[in-house]
């Protein structure tokens, strides 16, 4: 359990310290007070992942030269500095090398923000984005085969859009693309199945019956990676960048035999959406043996109360949980959670 966050010039905040409660908090703050930026400095500080940005200077305060977090949980203290490009990281003083140093040991986390609500009908990149974050969190070799993918990926793309001249250079990179991509699609592949059961309980948790839930992975391409590659090779290059390939795939979830993102209501698809994200604390749960931590951003306020109810009894009874809300109605209700509020980058305990 998380026991205490430090921030230190983290995007609004100038220099910030919290003792966080055992069970977690519901933080309630009027707009633009901090409350997303703090629950983002707790998703970095665990999984060095912000699901605001991919860079992480943008999370530095503007103009300030340097950003720090500082997070104690049990009684380890991993520490993030990052200062002109450079993330230092540290666990108990003891500088971990790399990202997959520093997470070897970090617990998991769920987030579920506003936009998660638009996951169905989203952009293909946002299922990407969300499927990779739990990937990552649920098998080490995942982010292995992913940042290989990507870097292949990159090198590819880099040639055919500069250096068409060179296709033994370019052909070299489709063969690490094709190995990192085939194992990355298995991977998702096995994720998927193992999730399927998790949202199909949550799912009808939530919506209070049993409706047949089907999830599908879309490649890009039916053929074998390896042999559309090869295929579309001239067209590659007449674009200047990869077609085919993981990058590009996504996932479908169906209700009743459609795909939702066509067929289902808007109450349908926020249903599955939050079926989706609190299935994955349980798949977490269950594969991980460490119940996640739940960062839930802005959405409790939106929902009914029986719904809000139906979600916050499915939180993992070992789970840390923090909540951030506008309304101070709902927070008034919720009687489960110490309350705190936020207001110009300082958190106070709320009456
Ligand atoms: N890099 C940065 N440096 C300084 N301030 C920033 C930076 N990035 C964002 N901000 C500001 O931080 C403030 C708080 O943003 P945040 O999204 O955390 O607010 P919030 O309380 O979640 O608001 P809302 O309820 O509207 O979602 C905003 O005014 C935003 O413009």
Known sequence: MISELRLYQFRCYFQMAWEVPERGALILGDNAQGKTTLLEALCFALRLHSPRTAQAAKMLRHGAPQFGLRLTVQDIVRRIVWNGGKLDLRVNDEQRADYAA????????????????????????QRRAHLDFLGTQWHPGYRNELLRYRKALKSRNHLLKYGSRNPASIRSYTKLLVEHGERLVSLRAQLLRLLLPHIVQSHERIAGRAEPVELHYIRSTEEPLADMLERSFDDDLRCGHTRYGPHRDDFRLCINGMPAADYASEGQRRTLAAALKFAQASLLCEETGIAPYL?????????????????????????????????????????????????????????
């Open 295 to 351: 960062l839930i951003d802005d959405i409790f306020g939106e929902l009914d109360p029986s719904r809000r109810q139906c979600l916050m009894e499915m939180i993992p009874r070992d789970s840390q949980v923090f909540i951030t809300t506008t309304h101070d109605s709902w927070a008034q209700d919720n009687a489960s959670l110490p309350k705190f509020t936020l207001s110009g980058g300082q958190l106070h305990p709320a009456s």
């Open 102 to 125: 520093y997470l070897s040991d970090s617990a998991p986390v769920v987030w579920f923000g506003n936009q998660d609500m638009e996951l169905i009908m989203g952009a293909s990149e």
